[in-house]
């Protein structure tokens, strides 16, 4: 399969092993600008660890392509600098900074730009513009996703990779966060989702993919996956 | 004892404790970077002392225009050694790195003693000497200088870990560098920029501390267990807990010295550190959030 | 793993070669690195010069061996020094309890160790094989305390003494001194070697009402103690031990800062005062382009006996032992002859500086003092 | 023992080799100077045995050994030098005062973590040494204590040279033997679980805090030995002897070494004794030529020379030693006296404003299996935890078999019958998959005698790797005993740790996510081994995400949904009721 010339992410024959078991199994997909891709599983499907492989943070084998160019040579630090940025599981924001810090720190770039972003991401989160002051562990988890979000956003990335961003989030503030993700799709971003949230992700995503045990089981327009019946049958067996 | 002679100790306490306040920051500093003890800091600070007095010999200069020189110079030789005694072992235990870096120490030690001889050395004055009086106590202007390059310093430090993505990026990194990778941080060279500016900061406490109380090449370890206790009582982790610390030693040394008997003022700190921390195991100002251990 | 293992191999070929030809041997076993390197260096060239001198034609080897800062380190150096054939004497460290634990490994080896060390015990314990060129704490405390009561007419005494074994030794000594003289120590304190600070101690000193300030500190705390009690205007007299006659004492301190401080010394060859100390300062500083203190002239002074007695036909260690125990020596700093149990020097010297220059003026020599023996 | 048998016990051999080739050394080879070298090497390697226990065993970075080793040196000083006692009377008390002092400062230290307790146990030992420069009438001050004789045994006198090296040796050989039967088989297996995975040696019903104490006074009666040897060796015992440079010797050598190996710390000591010995060649910079020597040696062998030479002997073995045959565990499965194995009453836990675990109520019976569900933050991890004692309730009780185990520690949880997985696998890394599970067979029986710090003979470890292969086979891991658990696969890594567990034949087993990483046929053998088990008597609490294998094995399932306990009944029921849906897709928008 020839992804030259193919614009946003795309993925071909993605493998991750740990210690010998597969956690991934020969996983393609494409994100187009503008397109939320879903990828949803239970947990231990592998969906985090796609994504993380995607990111540079695991080893794997295959192909990932920006843009048609090859990244899978380059560690997760030059992969962010061309353009990708990760919302980890577990948000991993930065306890010891602040938020302010810990957004600015994101953006790689000079001082003006930097604050152009900045109040771009306040626009969004207004929430957090209160909040700039406090430390990191300081947060409620809510709090915490919503720098953890601004935080890839900051980097103004092509491809943004999101790991259970709702995980922990009161129903409410899951939903606005669905919706920005939506925004920011419509922006230009390609964003891959990995959510054991299904129907408001489904709510949000153009494509949808169901991984279990490592695999593609189901490869679907959202729209289409999010009509059918069985959607309790895919995770609850 | 009159009051003048309390006003010239508290004076001595603050100025000594200004000069370890340097010490313990850069030994802070190694520690948020890799979450591993350098024992070779103390004698770092001993270098920077002893290329403070080669350089003065050199160019004759006040201490205070030879400090920019000295500050690249410590610097390059803290990426050495983090580059050599850190990055192999990056993945090891902290025992390790121990181990290493208290290797580092020895070469160091030794290397100073073959140079320079045993004989202790004065570094250069840092300004024009003199003394203003006042109060019954006698303001030297050294130790004024001291502090005034100490706060400086300090100063310029916590702008840059606060104020600037470079110091941004260094804590991010020592928080999760995992992350840190992620946002297009490059680990290694932070950790190796931490290890530099740890190594500046020993070397200008080395400069400040080498004019007015002289250096040998046998005091690092001592200056190391001074720092080990100002960064455990300010709380591990710590930039501002490190200073406290730092001062609280200090005050130690001279003010309950100047109370009590110099030995007893040792015991005492020692009683002091212990019930600091029996009861209050994470120091007394708090440890940083999620440190890694 | 592979330099290591070179390095063994190495290391071991002078060994083996050694044996071949077999010069006398006068092995150097002093400390050169760790806290006392700043004497164990001047005993080192005191000795190097001795031996670099050479003995009319005899072949001469030595060897330097660190004892570093412990007994332990000191008896495996000795050890080292004695695993080699021909050894005939050895220049042994200044650290008493070095010699401590080396003295009984010399007895039983019979070789005679020339030290510079001035602790009291060491010639009290009945060895034989131990000669010091130093004069014992008993000599030069007691020339530094009469000094204190005699010339500078001082009764109340603040005695500052490092908590180490020159420290303690020398406080121990001081303490009977001034006792026998009858002064009064108003003000004692020990300070450990890392104090930076001397502030505290020197403000007690003062408020306790003394008249005078007695040091038996290391070479860099004396010099801080000095500096500091000069910026406090503390106006006290400072008469202070041999440390503080060793010229990178003074380097640290500036001619003024140095006014009216006196220190003890077996000798000062910095001072010179006589032609043999003045060709023996000049000799030091042409080898080794410092200046000399009077440990380096002292161990110079046994080891160059003990090359006069291989001159005069000594070829092994016992007979150079009988020649220091029995004969007597006109070395650079002084003339030296054993009191049957190995102490040699018997005169002290008192220095003072005048605050003009960092060279001291010889204010006072007591020569063979009563009461030293 | 046949030369085979010789060849099977894995360090005898190399051991015996290096035990002739250092007498023949030192008999043959050496002078005075390398005797001397030699007999200090011995000194340090007790030091550093000692030193391993807490060190290397525990991983607690004491720093109070150099202290001991002080403490030993000035009671053989001051019994022999100024009353002139006899070693019979002066050894044995120089080891008893640095372990006096040591169980002094115990009960507040080791409660210290870390750097937390590497400081104090500094302090500690500053404090130590102050005293010793200041109490002068006792220790002499700075000058120290002369005239320390030699070793001297009722009318025998150990001499200088040779007799004074073997005697060192021989109480190095002793010292490493005593040494050797504390810390291999169980108890060893024990302290590196310890050490390594603190979280499942509670779970085996270990008491960390218990053996930390044991290791803690043990390291202090080495280092005392260490200290009345050195003193005999040095004749003059002077603050040098407890100042720091002897820990940074003691830690440097136990690092190059190997943390956890009595031939580590022999191999350190020998080394770091040697080493500048070598380079004394150099003169006055043969001490840099050390320090660089020690950088390279921890470099190229972080994890100690030890285990590098135990590598390569591993290579140059062909053959694999015989493993036990299997064998049926002779103990009947327990059987819970009430019916609720493990029961939960009105359980809370909350974590700063977040109530992660709401006023859960909960009976586990006996020989039941009871499926626990739930999306992933919906609390399953925590209510695990509260059951197995890793957490303490903020509200409620929890009990074991009828009685009250509220607020009590996870290991003494564990002792009362409870048995538990972890979520991130959680096994000895270094330890094969065998004896992963023999541990908890050894620890079955009494796992307070493992870490009594008592040795043990052959024969316990030799039956409970018997049992274990039993246990490991039965979980369909046979083919993987012999590898170390970090060569696992993720699968198997599962299958030994249910192992592990069901090998402590609990009243209550709690598998938090067993499915993870198993392939469909695993999963299909691992539900038939737990019914199995749940036939026996035992009450099975188990947490996947796997449903479809959830709903096919358990008896009861229950749901949680932010905290609370949503649904509770038979698979049927549950599967298809409304608000576990809801859990499960998350709420509509």
Known sequence: MSLMGARGLALSAIAVDYGGVRAVRELSLTVAPGEIVALLGANGAGKSSLVRAVMGLVPSSGRIELDGRALQSFGPEARARRGLAFVPEGRRVFGDLTVRENLEVAARTRTAPRRARLDRVIALFPALEALLGARGWTLSGGEQQMVAIGRALMQEPRVLLLDEPSLGLAPALAAKMFELLGVLAASGAAVLLAEQNVRPALAIATHAHVIRRGALVKSVPAAELAMAGDLGALFLG | ?293 | MRNVIAAIVLSSIPLALASAAEPLRLPIVVPITGPLALEGASQRNGALLAIEEGAGGLELATEEIDTAASAEAALTALARALSRPNVLAVAATIFGPQMLAMMPVAEQARVPLITVSGTARLTELGHHFVFRFFPADPVVKLAQARYVVEDAKRSRVALLYQTTAYGQSGRDALGEAFRKLGASIVHEEGLALGVKDMAPALAKAKSAGADVLVLQLHSGPTALAVKQAAAMKLGLPIVAGSAMHQPSTAALLEPAELAGVCAESGSAPATGGTPELERFAAAYRKRFGSEPDGFAAAQYDGMRMAIAALAKGARTPDAVREYLAGQSHQGAAMSYRSDGKGNMAHDAVIVCYDGQSRTPRLAKRYANPPGAR | MTARGILDAPPALPLLLGAVALGAYAAFGADEYALRVLSTAGTFALLVMGYQFVFGHLGALSLAQGAFFGLGAYATAILSSRYGLDFSVSFPVSIAVPVIAAAIVAAPVLRLETHYFALATLVLAQGALVAVLNWETLTGGANGLPGVGAVRIGDLAVARGLPMAAFVWCAVGLGALLAWRLVHGASGMAFACLRDRPLAAAALGLDGAHARHGAFLMSAAYGGAAGALHAHLSGVVSPESIEFPVMVSCLTMAVIGGRARVAGAIIGALLLAHLPEWFRGFERTYLIAYGAAALAAVILAPAGLAELFERAWDRLRTHHPALPTPSRPATAPRRAATSAALALDKASKRFGGVVAVDGVTLDLKAGEILALIGANGSGKSTLINLATGFAAPDGGRIAVDGEDVTGDPAHAVARRGVARTFQATDLVEDSSALDNVALACAARVGPERLTNWRPHGRGGMAAARAEARWWLARFGGAQTEGQKARELPAGARRLVECARAAARNPLALVLDEPGAGLSAAEKTALAERLRELARDGTGILIADHDTEFLFAIADRVACLDRGRLVALGSPQDVRTDPAVIAAYLGNAP
């Open chain 2, 1 to 293: 004892m009159d009051a003048g002679s309390v006003l010239q100790l508290g004076f001595n306490a603050l100025s000594l404790g200004c000069a370890y306040a340097l010490v313990a920051l850069g030994f802070v500093l190694v520690i948020n970077a890799v979450g591993a003890v350098n024992f070779a800091h103390g004698d770092l600070v001993m270098a920077g002392g002893f290329l403070a007095v080669a350089a003065a010999q050199i160019w004759p200069a006040p201490g205070i225009l030879i400090l920019p020189a000295l500050l690249v110079i410590m610097a390059a030789m803290g990426v050495v050694l983090g580059a050599v005694a850190y990055l192999p072992l990056a993945k090891r235990p902290p025992s390790a790195v121990f181990v290493s870096t208290i290797a580092v120490g020895i070469m160091l030690q030794n290397g100073a003693n073959a140079l320079f001889g045993a004989a202790p050395r004065a570094g250069p004055a840092l300004v024009v000497p003199g003394h203003w009086t006042g109060a019954g106590a006698a303001f030297d202007r050294q130790s004024l200088a001291v502090i005034v390059v100490s706060l400086i310093l300090a100063g310029a430090f916590r702008f840059v870990l606060t104020r600037t993505q470079l110091g941004r990026s260094l804590r991010a990194v020592a928080a999760d560098a995992e992350m840190a990778r992620a946002l297009g941080i490059d680990a290694r060279l932070h950790i190796l920029g931490a290890f530099a500016a740890a190594a500046a900061l020993a070397g200008a406490a080395g400069l400040l501390l080498s004019q007015r109380y002289f250096v040998t090449p046998t005091e690092g370890t001592g200056l190391m267990l001074k720092a080990y206790i100002a960064v455990v009582i300010g709380g591990w982790g710590r930039w501002g807990g490190a200073v406290l610390g730092a001062l609280f030693v200090a005050a130690f040394e001279v003010l309950v010295a100047a109370w009590l008997a110099q030995p007893l003022a040792e015991a005492l700190l020692c009683a002091a550190v212990l019930a600091v921390l029996f009861v209050r195991p994470q120091g007394v100002f708090g440890e940083t959030h999620g440190r890694r251990a």
